[in-house]
């Protein structure tokens, strides 16, 4: 069974920075891309931030020259650095893994969802 658990969500200043976190675990062979979605309330989820296992990276216009996207194949985890944090930033963030090939075949996942709330 594969999982994918996020971390280091939480309250921050206009401004701030966090760093997210999410860790696939289970029988994986190996993941084609992984990346950030988020939801904010009575919205649509939209792309964050995506990055493949070759390393290529795409991000939403909005947090360009904000954030960045990094992985390590390896350990099959990926990470957001979140910095000048605005108010519209505010949402559930979800990690996303794409063709993770596992014991269980060919799938995609998501994570629970971490929240990030941006506010003075």
């Known amino acids: 069974q594969v999982q994918l658990v996020e971390s280091g969500g939480g309250l921050v200043q206009p401004g701030g920075s966090l760093r997210l976190s999410c860790a696939a675990s289970?029988?994986?062979?190996?993941?084609?891309?992984m990346g950030w979605y988020r939801q904010a309330p009575g919205k649509q989820r939209e792309l964050v931030a995506t990055i493949t296992s070759g390393g290529s990276t795409n991000y939403a216009d909005s947090v360009k020259g904000r954030f960045t996207i990094s992985g390590n194949n390896a350990e099959h985890t990926v990470y957001l650095q979140m910095n000048s944090l605005k108010p519209e930033d505010t949402a559930v963030y979800y990690c996303?893994?794409?063709?993770?090939?596992?014991?269980?075949?060919?799938?995609?996942?998501w994570g629970q969802g971490t929240q990030v709330t941006v506010s003075s």
């Open positions: 996303n893994a794409v063709w993770v090939f596992s014991r269980n075949g060919m799938s995609d996942y």
């Open positions: 289970g029988s994986i062979f190996s993941i084609n891309a």
